[in-house]
């Protein structure tokens, strides 16, 4: 089975703070994926990367920037965090290629909150 | 770019078997339609996904219309564990990689 992990489940940072959220996957995959999911507005993509040091701009890239130095992990940075930036974080990753390109396996999230 | 409509909720008595539509009427030929769930708090979890041909895994059935503008979702015996937000889309076009999700429908089973 496909294993996207996340390094925490809950987080609690102030504001101004820099932060960093982990993901890890354990299927060789290519593609790695940062959502946020927010109430009434679904799944935003942030950024996204197709290999490594490789990376993407998503839909709502400002105030973000990530890292992917090794194919399993990638970072999301929070360069300096602000309230409205409290959300719950995503990450994904897919395999390119054959019948299941595009199908994105998911960690368990993390939800942030910036006091 | 092929959106989706979905009921907003539904409900399905444990046991019985979950239906749940979804309607994509702009899909283009190249385009996969997926089915995924999210349990409160979770991640989203990968269900099922096809092109043209009805498909079934362990999980579920997806039953796609000849003219691939509508589709249902199918859990064969619902239970409690299947209450959650189902999620239908259509892959966003190519090259990119990007999945749009909607609200989905919020499907309760009830005891």
């Known amino acids: 089975d496909v294993k996207v992990t996340q390094s925490s489940r809950y987080l609690v940072k102030r504001t101004g703070e820099k932060v960093f959220l982990e993901c890890v996957q354990d299927?060789?995959?290519?593609?790695m994926f940062w959502y946020r999911q927010d109430p009434g507005l679904g799944l935003r993509l942030i950024y996204f990367s197709y290999d490594v040091k490789m990376k993407e701009k998503g839909d709502i890239p400002e105030g973000y920037s990530v890292s992917r130095e090794k194919k399993e992990r990638f970072s999301l940075i929070l360069e300096s965090a602000s309230t409205n930036q409290t959300s719950m974080y995503l990450c994904?990753?897919?395999?390119?290629?054959?019948?299941?390109?595009?199908?994105?396996?998911f960690g368990p999230g993390t939800r942030l909150t910036v006091l | 770019d092929a959106k989706t409509t979905q009921p907003t909720s539904m409900d399905c008595a444990e046991g019985r078997a979950a239906n749940l539509p979804c309607n994509h009427s702009t899909i283009s030929g190249n385009e996969y339609v997926y089915w995924y769930r999210q349990i409160h708090s979770q991640g989203p979890q990968y269900i099922i996904h096809g092109l043209k041909n009805n498909e079934t895994n362990e999980m579920a059935s997806l039953i796609i219309t000849e003219d691939r503008k509508s589709s249902t979702l199918i859990l064969p015996h619902a239970t409690l564990r299947d209450t959650a937000v189902y999620y239908c889309i259509v892959r966003f076009g190519s090259g990119t990689y990007k999945y749009i999700f909607g609200t989905g429908t919020r499907l309760k089973v009830l005891a």
């Open positions: 994904a990753s897919s395999f390119t290629g054959g019948r299941s390109t595009d199908t994105q396996y």
């Open positions: 299927m060789d995959h290519e593609n």
